[in-house]
T-cell receptor, first 114, second 114 residues
């Protein structure tokens, strides 16, 4: 596709359930980022993948959060045993290689934990 | 403690006039700064960036100014247009933008009145 694609666009889940959020970056982009935006807050860095390098996981808020990127393309963000404070918009972005290239964001996956 | 601060949650400007959005940062290690625009229900869109080796970068109607001694940057939009109405996020990074850990402010909502 032409842009970063995320699915699902909206997800309502019960507290304690696991969720998976998917991101298809722009073809050819080696860098992939996950951010989240909680209500009234700025964007919070979660994790960064660059090519075959080990991902920068420094932003993951707890061990309930994990992400992988298969084949250097599609990425999945998994949240285990969801809590209400996990409710946020989860934004995926990609760029050709690192921040010096323009970062393109997807439209986000809106997660609501009830 | 917020490392990137946008102290004005909102700004209203008349069409044709200048919009000035401000951003302050606390981390002296930041050396790469970006502005993003976000419309409701869409992902952020890259606007303009500046490296700490510069004090000004211009792209059409958008100019970013960086004052390193004051740890302050600003985005000027001249002339402002109704289509510029959006939330503007300031973001900063260390290590010359080589990593994915962008730190975002909470955003300023700009309203441009016709």
């Amino acid at each position: 596709g032409a842009g970063v694609s995320q699915s699902p666009s909206n997800k309502v889940t019960e507290k304690g359930k696991d969720v998976e959020l998917r991101c298809d970056p722009i073809s050819g982009h080696t860098a992939l980022y996950w951010y989240r935006q909680s209500l009234g807050q700025g964007l919070e860095f979660l994790i960064y993948f660059q090519g075959n390098s080990a991902p920068d996981k420094s932003g993951l808020p707890s061990d309930r959060f994990s992400a992988e990127r298969t084949g250097g393309s599609v990425s999945t963000l998994t949240i285990q045993r969801t809590q209400q404070e996990d409710s946020a918009v989860y934004l995926c972005a990609s760029s050709l290689s690192g921040l010096r290239n323009t970062i393109y964001f997807g439209e986000g996956s809106w997660l609501t934990v009830v | 403690d917020q490392q990137v601060k946008q102290n004005s949650p909102s700004l209203s400007v008349q069409e044709g006039r200048i919009s000035i959005l401000n951003c302050d940062y606390t981390n002296s290690m930041f050396d790469y700064f970006l502005w993003y625009k976000k419309y409701p229900a869409e992902g952020p869109t890259f606007l303009i960036s500046i490296s700490s080796i510069k004090d000004k970068n211009e792209d059409g109607r958008f100019t970013v100014f960086l004052n390193k001694s004051a740890k302050h940057l600003s985005l000027h939009i001249v002339p402002s247009q109704p289509g510029d109405s959006a939330v503007y996020f300031c973001a900063a990074s260390a290590n010359g933008g080589s990593q994915g850990n962008l730190i975002f402010g909470k955003g300023t909502k700009l309203s441009v009145k016709p």
